[in-house]
């Protein structure tokens, strides 16, 4: 009787937990399902009063019609091409340097590695003035430098690699370079295919936080042509008035990019974060 009790009891309590899961991804995805069929709605439906859920036949040319009134083709393209450029240099800045403060013991490297630490404390806000003021100097205004180069060293990311890069045996080193093995032919045949995980992991975030990346862009940006997919939409918002449903139609072209990345490669994120430098 006793079990049969536990057993009951056992069975409410998972009942319970799936059911506040699922209640609880409900909550968080309703924003975006929201977003997503007021894109397929008339003019009329999106600004009805009381708000309705379902549009009455889906209005698939609000898509179409949202391209054709801003260029987001361009957009887009300039989206893509300084998020994956800062997305690469990132992964080698972070990489090089996750190695040298792993391997390379010289002179004052801790006291180099905590000051860089340190400045995880400094709001990014607060460097914005002098990286525009040098970007200005440079002649990088309305550049792909300007939107990629000054954000491709990140100090988490750099701590994050090292982390995962001193739980590769330092023995495992010092019989490399008896082998003869060369620090770049160690770093990408040992230490990287190792830390794959966390690699891919850092890619991810990078990408997402680029291609979502906003005030940045919008201070060195002045026109369309250089303009990324956040600007191009807060452009196309004022222009295009109140018709909510266009500009949620241009706030999923938007989103779906990032979205299909990540569900394809969320395993890498979770397998970054919980295992270690080495399998087994």
Known sequence: MESNTKKITSVWAKVLIYAALILGTLVMLFPFIFMLLTSLKTYGESISVPPKIFPAVAQFENYKTAMEMAPFDIYFKNTLISSVGNTI????????????????KFFGSNTIFTLLLATMMVPGEMLIIQNYQTVSTLGWIDTFQGLIIPYIAN???????????????????????????????????????????????????????????????LLITNNDKMRVLTIGLTHFTNESGSQVHLQMAAATIIIIPVAIIYLFLQKYIISGVTRGGLKG
Do not use: H
């Open 89 to 104: 240099l990132t992964l080698f800045v972070t990489i090089f340097a996750a190695f040298s403060f792993t391997r390379y």
């Open 155 to 217: 100090v988490f990311y750099i701590f994050l690699l090292r982390q995962y890069f001193m739980q590769i045996p330092e023995q495992l080193y010092k019989a490399a370079k008896i082998d003869g093995c060369s620090d770049w032919k160690y770093l990408w045949k040992i230490m990287i295919p190792n830390t794959i995980s966390a690699i891919v992991t850092i890619a991810i975030l990078n990408f997402i936080a680029s291609w979502n990346a906003f005030l940045w862009p």
